[in-house]
């Protein structure tokens, strides 16, 4: 399954991505150990049996047949297996009589063509140039969860072509993902992905490393103290969330400022560079599902919850109790409209979706009073939702219903205008590309990534190609 999709800006990749140094050996030993300790006697009666086993096997192996076998041993003998490998003396068979030639190397041998062809296709494949679009989605298959970095080239263009440039393989179920260019490693820019699972720790991957095996940064987690008699107790960092890390939102005013959402019903703000919690926010009596930070006032957040509220808080006034909004459902998603700074929508695990007016908003505001509009945009819970940033009024929303739906928000009186089923089973997560805004990246339960150009369909054609032009003259 696909949980999580992020893009990254065009331009941002290393060309040509770095391949991680091996850990060094002391590393490698202390991870051996504790392996093996941790493995305790249950383990060891395990190998015996498996090595029992192994040896039966091979005793059973090793014993005579005793069924007939005399026209299997005719057949072998004829074979005369035992000078299978001895050269025959006199002239070899498809050779020109004096032995075949040796070249020092294939550059030197006249027979064989298009000598780089293979390394040449293979170097090309690795270069991601300034113009290909990149998305990464995060996945979880046969247990194994893993970033997946792709490829599109072409991306505007009819020839457009996708493929997973590299994968980096992660240690705990992700959920959610942001990325980020705070310069973790020096430099004026990084191209980083936070990521947050089903651990209590939210992890920082360099995307521009190739078979990297650790975060650059981890921000809390567990903290393990050794007991007597083999056991652990299992504490948590300092600042840390203690259960799974449900939404991530990086402040792009704020380069090293990261929001993070959690069952533990609480919600952080993280300083990515010093590696701290610089604040934490517990207004919420139920899991956190979702945090968003508006585009044109970078210290306002958003968060909404299990609990049926959405809330906004200033970064720069934490103890505030803020402004509420209660609604029908559990909150699914949040998402800020780009084209205005006090307008936002959320989706409900109804697959009803509102649209609410911050200007309206008082510490006892209910949904019946202040919300612009009401959608019931699908038969099941509404996990994501995404605005496009170039045309206004333009909204996606992705269901557990296995549908994608593209709404005009036009007047506050939501239409439809465009509707697919992607084949990606219930959909977990969507999201407008920046560079490309009619390109909509898609993931859902089956683990599929599917890109829809959705100027592709007529009606979104005929009613924002405008926007399109607009948006390529601008980039």
């Not at 007016?357 to 510490?363: V, Y």
């Not at 929303?397 to 506050?412: A, F, H, I, R």
Request: aromatic share 8%.
């Amino acid at each position: 399954m696909i949980s999580a999709i992020s893009w990254l800006p065009k331009g941002v990749s290393k060309s040509e991505p770095t391949v991680a140094d091996p850990p060094p050996e002391e590393e490698i030993q202390e991870f051996i150990a504790n392996h093996t300790t941790a493995s305790g006697d249950s383990d060891n009666e395990d190998a015996n049996d498996e090595v029992a086993q192994a040896l039966t096997v091979a005793g059973a192996v090793g014993k005579a047949s005793t069924g007939n076998c005399d026209d299997i041993t005719l057949s072998l003998k004829a074979l005369d297996m035992d000078h299978y490998d001895d050269e025959d003396e006199g002239i070899e068979i498809f050779s020109s009589g004096i032995g075949d030639l040796y070249y020092p190397s294939n550059d030197m041998d006249p027979y064989i063509k298009d000598k780089n062809d293979d390394d040449s296709d293979d170097l090309e494949d690795m270069i991601i140039n300034p113009t290909d679009s990149v998305i990464v989605c995060a996945r979880n298959e046969d247990d194994v969860s893993l970033l997946e970095v792709w490829v599109l080239e072409d991306a505007n263009s009819s020839e457009m072509n996708m493929f997973i440039h590299h994968d980096i393989i992660i240690p705990a179920f992700p959920l959610c993902t942001a990325w980020l260019d705070c310069p973790l490693k020096g430099g004026e820019r990084g191209n980083f992905l936070a990521v947050g699972s089903m651990e209590p720790s939210i992890e920082i991957w360099d995307l521009d490393v190739i078979d990297e095996v650790q975060p650059c940064v981890v921000l809390g987690g567990f903290e393990e103290k050794k007991k007597k008699g083999k056991k652990k107790s299992i504490r948590y960092k300092d600042d840390s969330h203690t259960d799974s890390v449900l939404g991530l939102a990086w402040n792009k005013e704020y380069r090293n400022i990261l929001a993070s959402a959690s069952a533990d019903k609480r919600v952080k703000i993280w300083d990515v560079v010093a590696g701290k919690c610089d604040i934490t926010m517990e207004h919420h009596s139920d899991k956190v599902q979702t945090v968003a930070w508006n585009h044109h006032a970078p210290q306002v957040l958003l968060s909404g919850s299990f609990d049926h509220t959405v809330v906004l808080k200033d970064g720069r006034m934490p103890s505030h109790s803020g402004y509420k909004w209660s609604v029908t459902a559990d909150v699914e998603s949040l998402a800020w409209d780009p084209h205005t700074e006090h307008s936002f929508v959320v989706s409900l695990e109804d697959g009803v979706v509102k649209c609410f007016d911050i200007r309206t908003a008082n510490s006892d505001s209910s949904s019946e009073l202040s919300s612009t509009f009401t959608l019931h945009a699908h038969d099941k819970a509404v996990t994501s939702v995404s605005y496009n940033l170039s045309a206004p009024n333009l909204l996606a929303t992705g269901s557990m219903d296995k549908t994608v739906k593209l709404w005009d928000l036009s007047n506050n009186q939501p239409s439809c205008v465009a509707s697919k089923s992607p084949k990606v089973g219930a959909v977990f997560s969507i999201s407008f590309s920046d560079d490309n805004p009619f390109l909509l990246a898609i993931g859902g339960s089956k683990g599929k990534l599917q890109v829809w150009d959705t100027l592709s369909d007529s009606g979104i054609s005929r009613r924002y190609d405008n926007y399109k032009n607009r948006s390529q003259s601008g980039s």
